[in-house]
C-alpha cells in the first residue's frame, strides 16, 4: 500500500503537487496582470514621447505599431541587397564620397514614429540644416517645393514636382524638428555606403513587400548633424535622395538646366500612368503645409 521515492508516500507527494500548482496558479494571477499593465503603461508613455508623426499619439496608434514591430526589421543595419535587374545599378555617390561619421551611433527608438534619442542637433545646426534644404527647393531648376511631409503629418518636407521613382507623393525627405534627424529614400547602393559610413539607419519597416503601403523598401533615416561639418555631409545624402527620386543632380551644371541621370529617367518612364504607391495608405499632399522649423 505505501510505495515510497526518498522516503515519502506516493499520496504526499501527489497533494504537495497540487497544492504547489495552486500556490504558483493563485501568484500568477494576483501578479501578471498589475505587472503586465505596468509595463503597458511604460511602454505606452515611451510611444508618445517620441512625439507625433505619421501614426497617431493614442492608444489605437500605439496597438498598430505594436502589431507592425512583429514584423520590424530585425537588423536595420544590415544594407539592403541590390536584384541583378536593377536599374540603374550604380548610385549617385562614388566610392569614397562619404567620410566615415565620428564616434558611436547614437539611440534610436520607434516604429512610426522612429526618433533619434541622443546626440540631437543643436538649435543653430538644425536652422543651419533647414535653412539649406529650403535653398534648395528655392532654385527653380531643382523642381522642388516644400509642403507638409506625407509620411509625418507633422513636419514638412521636399517634394519633386516630377517623380519618377514611386515615393509617397514625389517625397524626397522630411526633417524632425524635435531631434534635427531626418527620413528620406535612396538608391541602394547609395544606402548601403551610407550604412557602412554610420551616418544613419533602415527604417524598420522599409522591407518592401506589403511594407510597401507604409514606406520605400528604400527608405533611411539618416542622423541628426552635430556641426557644419555633418551638415555638409548631411545635404549630400539629401542630394542623392534627389537623384533617386526625380533623376535631378542639384549639384550639377551651375547655367541651365540639371543634369539628369537617363537610367533613373528610365525607371520615371516606367512610372508613367501609375498611382502614388503609398496615397491610399498616407493621405499624401491632403495636410496643410507646415514649416520645417515648427515644433515637433
Not at 537588423?75 to 539592403?80: A, G, I, M, S, V
Not at 533619434?116 to 527653380?140: F, G, H, M, T
Not at 496615397?279 to 515648427?294: D, S
Request: aromatic residues 8%; hydrophobic residues 35%.
Amino acid at each position: 500500500m505505501y510505495s515510497t521515492t526518498a522516503g515519502m508516500p506516493y499520496y504526499v507527494k501527489a497533494m504537495l503537487s497540487e497544492t504547489t500548482f495552486h500556490i504558483l496558479t493563485t501568484v500568477l494571477t494576483f501578479v501578471l496582470p498589475p505587472l503586465l499593465a505596468l509595463y503597458i503603461h511604460k511602454d505606452y508613455k515611451a510611444y508618445i514621447s517620441l512625439g507625433p508623426g505619421g501614426t497617431p499619439s493614442t492608444p489605437l496608434g500605439y496597438l498598430k505599431i505594436k502589431l507592425l514591430s512583429i514584423i520590424c526589421l530585425r537588423d536595420p543595419l544590415r544594407p539592403l541587397p541590390i536584384p541583378p535587374h536593377f536599374r540603374p545599378q550604380k548610385g549617385y555617390f562614388d566610392n569614397g564620397a562619404l567620410p566615415a561619421r565620428k564616434g558611436t551611433r547614437p539611440l534610436v527608438q520607434g516604429v512610426a514614429p522612429q526618433r533619434q534619442q541622443s546626440q540631437k542637433s543643436n538649435e543653430a545646426i538644425y536652422k543651419n540644416l533647414v535653412s539649406r534644404l529650403q535653398s534648395l527647393a528655392e532654385d527653380p531648376r531643382n523642381r522642388l517645393l516644400e509642403r507638409t511631409s506625407c509620411f509625418e503629418k507633422n513636419s514638412s518636407g521636399l517634394f519633386t514636382s516630377m517623380p519618377i521613382t514611386r515615393t509617397c507623393g514625389g517625397e524626397i525627405c522630411h526633417a524632425h524638428p524635435s531631434d534635427g534627424s531626418m527620413h528620406l529614400t535612396l538608391h541602394p547602393a547609395d544606402a548601403k555606403l551610407m550604412l557602412e559610413n554610420g551616418w544613419g539607419e533602415r527604417h524598420p519597416l522599409a522591407r518592401g513587400g506589403w511594407c510597401r503601403r507604409f514606406v520605400p523598401k528604400e527608405f533611411v533615416l539618416i542622423y541628426a548633424p552635430r556641426d557644419e561639418a555633418e551638415v555638409n555631409v548631411v545635404m549630400k545624402i539629401v542630394a542623392a535622395s534627389i537623384w533617386w527620386v526625380s533623376g535631378i543632380d542639384v549639384n550639377g551644371d551651375e547655367q541651365g538646366p540639371r543634369r539628369k541621370s537617363r537610367d533613373v529617367e528610365a525607371v520615371g518612364r516606367a512610372m508613367e500612368g501609375k498611382e502614388c504607391w503609398a496615397c491610399k495608405a498616407h493621405g499624401c499632399g491632403t495636410g496643410a503645409v507646415e514649416k520645417m522649423t515648427g515644433d515637433a
